[in-house]
């Protein structure tokens, strides 16, 4: 059975660091992953996802992602946090187009100003 | 840009009680999920569906629950008769293509009360 483990509930971090979002999964076939952000009050936005290729994935908003297989991680980075970032960020994995998504219990990023 | 809704946004039911959980997916997808996230912990798969029949549950999704397509556009969650522990977040979840990797885009969730 696949699972998700991300390490940290809570990461506060001050405006204008970098940040690291700790993502690692297991599962016996290859996988999917993917990123999810909540922002509050809202439903979950897929923030970035890998599928196959390049290992290194980018959302839109300066996030970034590299999958890799040997240590089963997918880590979630940015290299400069706004206050605009302080949300809910979710880790997920499937392994085929139809099947759920097994997600981790989430890390809520606290920006500080 | 095309979103999926539900109603209500916050559900408070007493012990024993049927609920129904409304969802409209994205008008031209095919595939649809119910998701549920108890306060402070991991959010669950519980249904999928697919061609008005369910294509997938959980062990979660007991004899206590139902999925309805009833008229083309929404998608339901019944609970017949809800329990304390039934108190969750629930989120459904639209895929356009069947066998595809496509994204799942999710509605902004019931909060589901059971007192």
């Known amino acids: 059975a696949q699972s998700v483990t991300q390490l940290d509930s809570q990461v506060p971090v001050f405006e204008e660091a970098p940040v690291e979002l700790r993502c690692n999964y297991s599962?016996?076939?290859?996988?999917?992953l993917f990123w999810y952000v909540q922002y509050p009050n809202q439903g979950l936005q897929l923030l970035l996802k890998?599928?196959?290729?390049?290992?290194l994935v980018e959302s839109i908003n300066g996030f970034e992602a590299e999958f890799n297989k040997s240590q089963t991680s997918f880590h979630l980075r940015k290299p400069s946090v706004h206050i605009s970032d302080t949300a809910e960020y979710f880790c997920?994995?499937?392994?085929?187009?139809?099947?759920?998504?097994?997600f981790g219990k989430g890390t809520r990023l606290s920006v500080i100003a | 840009e095309p979103e999926v809704t539900q109603t209500p946004s916050h559900q408070v039911t007493q012990m024993g009680q049927e609920v129904i959980l409304r969802c409209v997916p994205i008008?031209?997808?095919?595939?649809f999920y119910w998701y549920r996230q108890i306060l402070g912990q991991k959010v669950e798969f519980l249904v999928s569906?697919?061609?008005?029949?369910?294509?997938?549950k959980s062990e979660i999704f007991d004899d206590q629950f139902s999925v309805e397509r009833p008229d083309g556009s929404n998608f339901t969650l019944k609970i017949r008769s809800t329990k304390l522990e039934d108190s969750a977040m629930y989120f459904c979840?639209?895929?356009?293509?069947?066998?595809?990797?496509?994204?799942?885009?999710f509605g902004p969730g019931t909060r589901l009360t059971v007192l």
């Open positions: 599962s016996s076939v290859s996988v999917y």
């Open positions: 008008s031209n997808h095919l595939y």
């Open positions: 569906f697919y061609n008005n029949e369910i294509s997938e």
């Open positions: 890998y599928l196959s290729g390049s290992t």
């Open positions: 997920a994995v499937t392994n085929s187009g139809n099947t759920p998504l097994v």
């Open positions: 979840a639209s895929k356009p293509q069947v066998g595809s990797t496509d994204t799942q885009y």
